[in-house]
Each structure stands twice: as C-alpha cells, then as structure tokens.
C-alpha cells in the first residue's frame, strides 16, 4: 500500500537558521511528489512539486527540495528561515494511475525570535 | 476563477441536522476531490469526480454522505443526519487533467456539529 511519512512531527527552529523538513514514500513506482504548506484557517498551498527531471527542485518562498530514489525520500529545505515560515508542511505522493494522492501527517514548524 | 472557492466558511449544525458545503473548483479544472481534516494533521480522502461524474468514492461514508458536481454549479458535499464526529475541516481542491498536475486547495469549510 502507499504511504508518506513525516517523522517529524514537530520542529522548532531560530530564525536566520536552516530548516529540513523529512518526507518518505512508500510506493512501488517513481510517484510524483509535492509539498504543501498549510497556515492556520487556510487551505494548502503548493510550495512544490517533482515528477522526473532534475532531483533537486526549486519551489516558492525560497523552498527546494530533493528527490532521492534510493532512500525513497522527498524533504524540504531551506537556507534561512523567516518567522512568517511558521506553519504546517504536508508531503504529498500523486500516483497517475488512478488519481490518487496521499498526504503525510504533516510537520509543524515554530520558529523563534 | 483562479482559486477554488468554498462556502461557507464556517457551518454549526446540531446533531441531526443537515449540512451542505459548497465547491467552485478552479475553471477549466476536470477533477474535484472532497477532503476531511479531523484532526489537525490527518487528511482523509472522501470522493473525487471527473466533470460532473464520481471518479473515486472510495473514501466516502455511505450512508450520510452524498456528493454531486453538476455542470454550471458549484459541487457540493452534503451530510445528513450530522454526528459529532463529522465535526471538522472540510478541504475541496481541483487539478487539470494534466498528468503530473497537483492539486488546488480552498480554504474550506469548518464544520462544528453540536
């Protein structure tokens, strides 16, 4: 069955500092993958997305993130965080056949002065 | 439009009650799909249509839920015989029929059952 895991499900971290945020997949098939951010009373918000191409992929508000294959992993980094990053971040999987899409649980991210 | 629209923003129902939610999916987009958000952090799938037939249903509780999308109005997700546990965020998103597309998200429509 197909699967998205966030392992974490909470990250606190400085403003000014790097941020990665973990994502693996289960699925046979190279799935195509997303990353959605969620502020309070909102819907998601597509930061990103990657199908084939370059693994590295570059989305809004100065987002990346990397496809790796073999570790069956899609996370989301950035540079220098911004008080206003804080929020919600959903990795998603899309299966073309079939339409589907699964949503990890999500990873809550504070970010302090 | 240029984003999927949902109302109300906010529906209060007592138990028992009914309640609709409505969808404008984002024009020219084929595919609606009905998400529940319960809790903060879990989606759950309830339906998807393709134009105004139901593509997946599988996610759907079948005996209070019922959803239609029919041609010139907005989609919408209705709930009989509202229970507290339907109590939640209700999230609509639309996608293209592109292959890779993702999908589009409203705002959606929080739902309190008393």
């Known amino acids: 069955a197909q699967s998205v895991t966030q392992p974490d499900i909470h990250i606190t971290v400085s403003e000014g500092a790097s941020l990665e945020l973990r994502c693996n997949y289960s699925?046979?098939?190279?799935?195509?993958l997303f990353w959605y951010v969620q502020s309070p009373g909102q819907g998601l918000q597509l930061l990103l997305k990657?199908?084939?191409?370059?693994?590295l992929v570059q989305g809004i508000k100065g987002f990346e993130a990397e496809f790796k294959r073999s570790q069956s992993s899609f996370n989301l980094r950035k540079p220098s965080v911004h008080w206003s990053d804080a929020a919600e971040y959903f990795c998603?999987?899309?299966?073309?056949?079939?339409?589907?899409?699964?949503f990890g649980t999500g990873t809550s991210l504070t970010v302090i002065p | 439009g240029e984003e999927v629209a949902q109302t109300p923003k906010h529906l209060v129902r007592g138990e028992g009650q009914k309640a609709k939610l409505y969808c404008a999916p984002i024009?020219?987009?084929?595919?609606v799909f009905w998400y529940q958000q319960v809790l903060k952090n879990e989606f759950k799938f309830l339906i998807s249509?393709?134009?105004?037939?139901?593509?997946?249903e599988t996610g759907m509780p079948k005996e209070r839920f019922s959803a239609k999308c029919l041609p010139n109005s907005p989609c919408s997700l209705e709930i009989q015989a509202t229970k507290l546990e339907d109590s939640a965020v209700y999230f609509c998103?639309?996608?293209?029929?592109?292959?890779?597309?993702?999908?589009?998200f409203g705002n959606g429509t929080r739902l309190t059952v008393t």
């Open positions: 998103a639309s996608r293209s029929t592109g292959s890779y597309s993702p999908l589009h």
């Open positions: 699925y046979g098939a190279t799935p195509y």
């Open positions: 990657y199908f084939s191409g370059d693994t």
């Open positions: 998603a999987v899309g299966l073309i056949t079939g339409n589907q899409f699964y």
């Open positions: 024009k020219g987009h084929s595919y």
């Open positions: 249509f393709q134009n105004e037939n139901v593509f997946d």
